[in-house]
């Protein structure tokens, strides 16, 4: 049991923190190196390159995760609270899905719920992280999918967000390599990455929870083996 929370929390520190930190640190390079802070950019690349080892340690890993921690609080309020708040929370309500679904699966999982929890669920967001906990215990390798949905999801919002940061810098080392009709391309290639980030985000977002209450009849079909 402890292994696998350890897992779980190196598989999200990697997906939710680390790798949009470090992403963070490249586009910040991004802008030094594109608007007046050229010398220094070249200073820090040439620095890194010589102590490899040091700069991994503490910018790689160090600042990266720091940095991670960050952008994912800052993704997670300007996405889900603000730009995105409303196809968020339709994708995230699972209970209202299975309500309006005319098949004996809503009784079933209803039934379940109330036979693990001993209340009727009202809310999907409650209801959700009570599934999650109880599924880690109870079904912890079915339940390491429904928590890679979450992880998955977090790294594409907070990568939606990022892209979108990138493309100035990028679009501007362009113009000066190349030419306008390139740099405008560039900025709908990076724009189009950020609705693909942001769609993959509210596409794992449904798959998370609709993952819930499948867990519970998952319980339920193990329970049904075991007694034959």
Not at 63 to 74: D, E, K, P, Q, R
């Amino acid at each position: 049991m402890l292994e696998s929370l350890v897992a779980r929390a190196r598989f999200y520190d990697i997906t939710g923190y680390w790798i949009p930190g470090n992403v963070t640190i490249i586009i910040g390079w991004l802008y030094a190196w594109a608007f007046g802070w050229r010398e220094q950019a070249n200073r820090v690349l040439a620095y890194a390159s010589d102590n490899l080892a040091v700069f991994g340690i503490l910018i790689v890993i160090v600042g990266g995760y720091a940095i991670g921690h960050l952008v994912n609080s800052v993704s997670k309020l300007l996405l889900e609270k603000l730009v995105l708040a409303g196809s968020f929370k339709r994708n995230r309500d699972w209970l209202s899905r299975l309500q309006s679904d005319s098949s004996s699966k809503k009784d079933e999982v209803m039934r379940r719920f109330n036979q693990e929890f001993h209340y009727q669920p009202t809310s999907s967001a409650s209801a959700g992280g009570v599934i999650q906990g109880w599924a880690e215990q109870q079904l912890p390798a079915p339940s390491m999918t429904t928590f890679r949905f979450l992880c998955f999801y977090g790294m594409n919002r907070t990568l939606s967000l990022l892209t979108l940061l990138a493309i100035p810098p990028i679009a501007h080392i362009v113009l000066c390599y190349s030419h306008l009709c390139c740099m405008m391309l560039t900025i709908v290639l990076g724009c189009a990455a950020s609705v693909l980030f942001g769609f993959q985000y509210l596409r794992f977002v449904k798959y998370y929870a609709d993952s819930l209450p499948e867990l519970l009849l998952m319980k339920g079909e193990v329970k049904d083996e075991s007694k034959t």
